[in-house]
């Protein structure tokens, strides 16, 4: 009996996720983060690979349908509220000084060098605008999962990198706010209509980090009280829905309304059992997400006769790679007064991740960018989040362990072995 | 700005899934199962009360689109997920002769009587056997919490109705599997035929039932060994869609595939991990199914000049009622050789509860029956969920609590004061 479009939305979301988990398990194994296997998933299963061959009786068995389309929508907005979860507004105003500065400067560096080396290069401005965003985003969480393993996250450039990425974050999706403004409106590009709408965007969202952080924690601890099973979660997902919504509403990009939403709810009394939930209910959207961004992905986009676009990727990495060394690192190097320390702080806030996917993904979908732009943006962020782990794991080996064992502190979390 | 469709359905969800929660709160304070609650907030936010009125600048807030419909359909299969986690194929081997017979007849009475009364009502063939269908399932779970709450979940008569109670859910989910092949083969509705599809429903469950108990923890079991977070959650989760959507291929309801899914899981070693992660997922799904089956609801199908409504609706109450009395209490009477132990199962095994509701919304949906019908069937769902727990309350109330104290196992769960 052939399938109802709930039903085959069903079967594609089961194929994307079980997949995905089980790419990430193996590229977990080997050392190189689990996001990755999910998007691989993703660009083995989609249409331009697999995804047209397998099928049953002539029809392919995943189909990107509206319904699928909307569990990877949902998972990115997931993926930020989880990600606000893990920081309080409070967190957030207590970053010192130096880590605001090494944050602002490693979004306004690479932002420009990548604004203006995709002018050079011909890119319309949208899609230089695109381009430039997606190179702003930090993924600190990749790398912070990599200094526990080498036990390295109570270090002075460990800690440095984490606020920093906190900064890094919340200006690089205001941003994030601004492209969307400027893809859906499509007002005229001029520095001062740039400046006008970052200032709104920024404005908008401060006002509503503000007041979701006022309101909703109240709601949280209200229903926390309540007898029947659940009623915490489902108000955090109603926070969490809402606030994307109200962001949309408002012009700004919905996943930056969810990452209001998660840090208003991370100073609640409920946060740890709705981090579990969260973390629970992104387990069915979230390898969605991925998995769709790498089925947007065409793999015979790298293989052209136009030699440009080959120069484009490779001096696209090397303005990924240059633009947090220098936007991060130098800073880092004066603030820490120790060239080696600046030096890993710039390499460890060189993961693209999650966040830059969200960008390509956005602006494909919107048409703004052209389909190499997004293989090229996609390539770079894959390389990105690839070879920095492994950098930094080389550079702290070089290193003396005793100097380590020293300046641990005696809280650390002991590890056992496996 | 516009919202996009996505975001109309994450409004609506976020917005049905909290006012469900809440309502399911209060009525869970007066000591009304908390599902009433879930169908009462579909039932006031839905088109026909006032979601028709909320509107923000003209257009609905409430939008049931295709994408708020899926999450419906998709909490529908996980209410039967989880059902089916409670219960492992074991357990349903396990079940004795006595509570075996009391299931059987505990669907078959109800299910003769309802196809009889509304024959004669002059119904169709086709809308018969949903209203039928809708008689026959028990849902447990109500009363099993009431049992709890009265402290008598160890008692003779208790344990006949739970694994009557599982005897009585798969006849009455295979009875279901005939109903959707009825309804999208459109057979012509003969005694030869109904036997045939009865038969060949059976036999596909029971195929799918065993081939998923040997396969399904196998998987589960081996993915529990990963090391990324989520895993063995991604592939429960994939069993359940891909059971699901296989039972469908086959020509059954895909609920029932998802509760031959959630019985294989059961089995497996990760079960407790996987139950509480698809009690997490259901908080986002579920309220939206109950609410969905309540947005169906037309109150004004209750305002009618047409007597013979009322009369149909009364009679069905009462078929309801004295159905379940006949068909469980009456053996369990002969069985136990107490006729009071006998009416109190007969009481207990009165509540239709989800899966009566998930019957009357797959044929509303499908058309095969009219909106008064329907509307009467939810009607007679919500008084049967209503009172069978009060009433049963009160026949233990009548007993010396001595007698209580005396039969009850060491090992009961020792109840605080709250």
């Known amino acids: ?16 996720v079980f997949s995905a988990k089980i790419l990430g398990e193996l590229f977990c194994k080997i050392k190189i983060p689990s996001v990755l296997g999910e998007l691989t998933a993703g660009i083995l299963l989609g249409p331009y690979a697999f995804g047209s061959i397998i099928t049953i009786g002539g029809t392919p068995v995943i189909e990107l349908n509206e319904i699928v389309r909307a569990f990877g929508e949902i998972g990115g907005i997931l993926i930020l509220f989880v990600a606000g979860l893990e920081m309080t507004f409070t967190d957030f105003r207590r970053v010192g000084s130096s880590s605001f500065i090494i944050g602002t400067t490693g979004v306004v560096v690479p932002f420009l060098m990548g604004y203006g080396f995709c002018m050079l290069f011909g ?27 080498l036990k390295r996250s109570k270090t002075v450039e460990s800690k440095t990198m984490v606020s920093a ?36 965007s920024l404005a908008l969202w401060l ?55 998660g840090m208003a709810v991370s100073s609640s009394n409920a946060i740890e059992k709705i981090r579990d939930y969260a973390k629970k209910i992104s387990t069915i ?46 800073p880092a190097a004066y603030f820490l007064k120790d060239k080696n320390k600046g030096l890993k702080v710039g390499i460890g806030m060189m993961s693209r991740g999650e ?3 969200i960008v390509a993904g956005v602006a494909i979908s919107a048409g703004a960018i052209s389909q190499s732009t997004y293989a090229a943006i996609l390539g770079m962020i894959m390389i990105t ?8 794991k ?25």
């Open 165 to 200: 990425a906190v900064v890094d974050d919340v200006l690089g999706l205001a941003i994030l706010g601004v492209i969307v403004s400027f893809i859906s409106t499509s007002a005229t590009i001029n520095p001062f209509n740039v400046c006008l709408i970052v200032m709104e």
């Open 394 to 418: 080389r550079s702290y080996d070089k290193e003396p362990p005793e100097e380590l064992e020293e300046k641990d502190p005696p809280d650390m979390i002991p590890t056992y072995p496996l």
């Open 207 to 261: 006002v509503l980090v503000v007041s979701a952080s006022l309101l909703v924690p109240k709601i949280i601890n209200l229903t926390s009280r309540g007898k029947s099973e659940e009623t915490v979660e489902a108000a955090a997902t109603a926070s969490c829905f809402g606030a994307a919504a109200l962001a949309a509403y408002i012009g700004l990009s919905p996943i930056v309304g969810a990452f209001a939403a």
């Open 123 to 149: 890119l319309s401005a949208g899609a230089s605008l695109v381009v430039s965003a997606a190179l702003v985003a930090t993924s600190i969480s990749i790398t912070s999962l990599v200094l526990q393993e």
């Open 385 to 392: 989040t690839v070879l920095p782990p492994i950098w930094l």
């Open 355 to 357: 966040v830059g996917l």
């Open 1 to 16: 009996m052939p399938l109802s479009l709930v039903l085959r939305a069903i079967v594609t979301v089961c194929i994307l």
């Open 285 to 330: 959207f979230s390898p969605v997400f991925f998995a769709l961004a790498g089925a947007a992905f065409n793999i015979r986009s790298f293989i052209t006769d136009d030699i440009w676009f080959y120069v484009f990727f490779i001096l696209l990495v090397g303005v990924a790679f240059v633009s947090k060394i220098v936007g991060c690192g130098l």
